[in-house]
Nanobody, 120 residues
Framework: QVRLVESGGGLVQAGGSLRLSCAAS????????MGWFRQAPGKERERVAA??????YYADSMKGRFTISRDNAKNTIYLQMNSLKPEDTAVYYC???????????????WGQGTQVTVSS
């Protein structure tokens, strides 16, 4: 059974940093696209960042502030979030693709999410 378990969320002041982790189990994702999405109350889920074997993707508002990385040996991905803003407040979800694709529709497995709250 595949599981994606996020950790590292919490409450932080604006301008602060958090590092999210997503540990995968049940299968190896070293050849799969993986990513982070978020959903704020009343808003649609949006793709924050994603990583494949050869490239990374960032939403425009995250470029220069967020960094996605992966440790294939640990079957884990990370999201380093710096210069956080109140508008970054959301539930952050980890997701994994069945292939190397990181297009939004390619993600098949999902974690339960971790809350990130940025106070002003």
């Amino acid at each position: 059974q595949v599981r994606l378990v996020e950790s590292g969320g919490g409450l932080v002041q604006a301008g602060g940093s958090l590092r999210l982790s997503c540990a995968a189990s049940g299968r190896t994702f070293s050849n799969s696209g993986m990513g982070w999405f978020r959903q704020a109350p009343g808003k649609e889920r949006e793709r924050v960042a994603a990583i494949s074997r050869s490239r990374t993707y960032y939403a425009d508002s995250m470029k220069g502030r967020f960094t996605i990385s992966r440790d294939n040996a640990k079957n884990t991905i990370y999201l380093q979030m710096n210069s956080l803003k109140p508008e970054d407040t959301a539930v952050y979800y980890c997701a994994a693709s069945l292939s190397d694709s990181i297009l939004p529709h390619a993600f098949y497995y999902w974690g339960q999410g971790t809350q990130v709250t940025v106070s002003s």
